[in-house]
């Protein structure tokens, strides 16, 4: 994630650099754009990894609460996905 979080830094800063021009003029130095910078996209590498871990547990908690049948198409590949919660 930090990875992904330096090339997504050094993306937008060069996308914006007629925005990071006039911030120079008004005073602002670079660590504290580009700290302006990685905070924002490391709340976003956050928000997504929390995101991603809920719908993953969810994912893989579900079929404890609502069974599968093995009678009917998929219940047999189901079953060997998830294994039998007991």
């Given at each position: 994630?930090a990875t992904a979080i ?81």
């Amino acid at each position: 994630m930090a990875t992904a979080i330096g090339f997504a830094t050094r993306g937008a800063m060069a996308g914006n650099r007629e925005i990071i021009e006039v911030l120079h003029f008004v005073g602002a130095e670079d660590r504290y754009i580009a700290r302006q910078f990685q905070t924002h996209f490391m709340r976003l590498g956050f928000r997504g990894a929390a995101i991603g871990g809920i719908a993953a547990a969810v994912f893989f908690v579900a079929p404890r609460f609502f069974p599968f049948d093995l009678r009917f198409g998929g219940g047999e590949e189901m079953a060997a996905l998830f294994a039998h919660f007991r």
